[in-house]
């Protein structure tokens, strides 16, 4: 309330409180966790964070046109993420024309036709990026993945390259499908669900409560992370009595402190127990009969996993075999387990072949497909997975394409596009020319933070569609225009009357979300009618696509997506019943669409990461005062760190090998092999029971440290939870 209340009203507050997560109000935009069912929400369905995002975004603050006059593009560039989000919103269009230092206003037909010029004078549309945020809906995502390809790219970058891209590729491959197979349901009465690599309290809070009912159903549940996260010590639920006036609940019964990049060879060596249990009690164990119908690759997983050396585990894990074990007598007392995890298991080079480890673990139990179990990847950015079903995805399947060429009578271009990574080479070097982002904050999301905002100026023409200012506004190209959208908060009216969007979220239910507030600006236009309008200046006629209409009821929009992606048949008519619909998966039938037909157990090469004497390994997170590059204060209440965000957290014994001590200061050096040394200045020193020889920074301030090219296997998703770094100590402090 006091955030909220410091950038809007009471009445303004209560509206977006009162409507967020409800069946007639609006999906929060913050995480993707999904909501109960309706009938079972609770009155206030937010969590404190989502509060503070909504009226972040509903802000009563507004940027004036004098705001540019007053300061340059170079001044703001040097201005924090905080201060430029605490501006307020944006109200008109505004271009930066070239070898101007301001943004100035411009009208609608002047912004969009001098970008669709633009475009048209590519000399081929490979040469145009199309960035897209979890913040756009459905409609905006179908319609702006169509107008890219209707163009002639496939160059569809998305926030999931550089989250869940990994977890995609693992699922895909053992399962055949890229997305987790549990519920709501399924969470709250498994017998044993472990949280690996992630922090529920500050990036999907909601989650505790679905938590705590695990707890109060007789569940058990293991945390597995490189540092202990006050939300799954004790949570005490702020909208129920017992939570108000109780001790709160004990979220994680047990807690393993894993190094970074460990839970691959921790996982291994759970898996070889199971093995050697079943060898020790034939057919009391492993669920044989699940195993030989249902999966294939058995044989060569359980002869690799034989090969396990346990020396090698306690090295890459930092966990005695003792305390594995007991983990293992848990899971043989649990008939069924889920898995949930995050970007603390997908940023990594291995993280591909640590999720495919996880499957390898739910399959032995047969976990897979059945009631009160299965594999969860926690999304944490609201509708990213929606923005990927809808086809925002630089390799789009086959029958995707097809369908969609049908659909509109065109052919979309065949060759694969460039995902985030690929698209700042390509910036870098010139292939790529123009960059238009779908919401989002893309300088300060991606890695390499000094390459990529050099690939940034080197762009002809940058563009954002955004609610508030940010710092992809004042790194940019030649040519940059800010083009401004309503809010997820806000009433979308349209010719075709009061418009609503659908999300999906990250348990594959679709929904929809009504905006209730009056839009910030009356220049304002929504997502999709910003796209439609661009199209038509693009594109003309060269394809069959109504965009005009398409802009005035998103209902049109909606009737073409039921017939070019599977599982959104009558989505009009499902999206309108109060919760929305399920998306099917044919895991929970029982059907893998892999090219066998059967689940896959893979052998998973051991990898280990490694940092020389006097260095450590970093990862970078969150706060949790902050959603993704935002961040509201500069406290991280639960980590109990107020008044900074340039800090690192180091395990106190790794503090006294390198000679330094709790407040010094010191500057980041990231270490990487192509000789660039990348900087991180002067950052306080904070003793923190994170695991040996394991260090945490900030996100997005570490960015920096990211190496471009240090990227996962297979998904090529940027290894941000394995830095090798060494800290260079400034002077030391002065008093307390």
């Not at 070239?98 to 912004?111: F, K, L, Q, R």
């Not at 001790?247 to 060596?269: C, E, M, S, Y």
């Not at 100026?457 to 030649?478: F, P």
Request: charged fraction near 25%.
């Amino acid at each position: 309330m006091e955030y909220s209340l410091e950038q809007t009203t009471l009445r303004r507050t209560g509206l977006t409180l009162l409507n967020m997560n409800q069946t007639q109000g609006f999906d929060c935009p913050g995480c993707a966790w999904p909501d109960p069912a309706p009938g079972h929400r609770s009155r206030n369905e937010y969590c404190e964070n989502g509060a503070k995002h909504v009226n972040d975004e509903a802000t009563s603050r507004r940027i004036p046109a004098s705001f540019f006059a007053r300061h340059p593009v170079s001044e703001l560039a040097g201005k924090s993420d905080r201060w430029l989000n605490q501006q307020g919103r944006l109200t008109e269009p505004l271009v930066k024309r070239a070898g101007s230092d301001h943004y100035e206003p411009v009208n609608w037909t002047e912004a969009l036709t001098l970008l669709a010029g633009e475009l048209k004078r590519l000399d081929s549309p490979d040469e145009a990026v199309f960035y897209t945020s979890g913040r756009a809906g459905n409609e905006a995502a179908f319609v702006f993945q169509l107008f890219a390809r209707a163009f002639g790219t496939n160059n569809l970058p998305d926030c999931s390259n550089m989250c869940h891209e990994s977890s995609g590729a693992a699922l895909h491959e053992t399962l055949g499908v890229g997305k987790g197979d549990v519920s709501l349901r399924d969470i709250h009465h498994s017998d044993l669900v472990f949280l690996v690599g992630q922090n529920p309290g500050s990036n999907h809070p909601r989650m505790l409560t679905a938590l705590e009912q695990t707890k109060l159903n007789g569940g058990h549940i293991v945390a597995v992370n490189p540092l202990p996260e006050a939300g799954l010590i004790r949570f005490k639920h702020p909208q129920e009595a017992r939570g108000v006036i109780g001790r709160g609940t004990r979220i994680a019964d047990d807690f393993l402190r894993v190094r970074l990049g460990g839970d691959l060879a921790l996982f291994q060596a759970l898996n070889l127990l199971l093995l050697e249990a079943e060898d020790a009690r034939p057919g009391t164990v492993l669920d044989r009969e699940f195993i030989d119908e249902r999966t294939s690759g058995f044989d060569e997983f359980a002869a690799h996993a034989r090969r396990l050396d346990w020396d090698h585990v306690r090295a890459a894990t930092g966990i005695e075999r003792a305390e594995i074990e007991r983990l293992r007598d848990l899971v043989l007392r649990s008939e069924r387990i889920v898995v949930c995890w995050a970007m603390g298991l997908t940023q990594h080079k291995h993280g591909v072949p640590t999720i495919r480890e996880i499957v390898n673990f739910l399959l032995l139990r047969g976990n897979i497909g059945k009631a009160r179990a299965g594999a969860c990847p926690v999304r944490g950015h609201s509708n990213v997975q929606g923005d990927r079903t809808m086809g925002i995805w630089e390799k789009m399947p086959q029958s995707f394409m097809e369908a969609l060429g049908r659909e509109f009578s065109f052919t979309p271009p065949a060759e694969p596009g460039w995902d985030t990574v690929n698209s700042i080479r390509a910036m870098l070097d010139g292939r790529a020319k123009i960059f238009l982002g779908l919401a989002g904050n893309f300088v300060r999301a991606t890695p390499d933070s000094g390459a990529t905002e050099q690939a940034m100026r080197r762009c002809r023409l940058t563009a954002h569609i955004s609610t508030k200012l940010n710092r992809s506004h004042t790194v940019c190209g030649d040519i940059a225009l800010i083009l401004p959208a309503l809010g997820r908060s806000e009433k979308d009216r349209q010719a075709g009357g009061e418009q609503f969007i659908t999300v999906e979220d990250s348990m594959s239910q679709v929904h929809a979300s009504y905006g209730r507030l009056e839009p910030a600006s009356r220049k304002l236009l929504s997502d999709v009618g910003i796209l439609c309008r661009l199209a038509r200046h693009t594109l003309g006629d060269r394809v069959d696509v109504p965009w005009e209409g398409f802009e005035a009821d998103y209902n049109l929009v909606r009737q073409r997506i039921a017939r070019v992606v599977p599982g959104f048949e009558n989505y009009n008519e499902r999206v309108a019943v109060p919760g929305g619909f399920g998306l099917p998966n044919p895991v929970n039938e029982g059907v893998f669409p892999t090219p066998s037909g059967k689940a896959l157990f893979t052998a998973n090469e051991f990898q280990m990461l490694r940092a020389p004497a006097g260095h450590l390994l970093l990862q970078t997170l969150r706060s949790h005062d902050q959603w993704n590059t935002v961040p509201y204060t500069l406290d991280d209440r639960y980590r109990g760190i107020h008044g900074s965000r340039r800090i690192v957290l180091v395990n106190p014994a790794d503090l006294r090998a390198l000679g330094l001590a709790d407040g010094d200061r010191a500057d980041v050096i990231g270490v990487w092999h192509d000789g660039v040394e990348r900087r991180a200045d002067d950052f306080r020193l904070v003793s923190y029971p994170t695991a040996r020889g394991c260090a945490a920074a900030y996100y997005p301030e570490a960015n920096v440290l990211v190496p471009l090219d240090s990227v996962a296997e297979i998904s090529n998703t940027p290894t941000s939870k394995g830095v090798v770094v060494r800290l260079e100590p400034r002077a030391r402090r002065v008093g307390s």
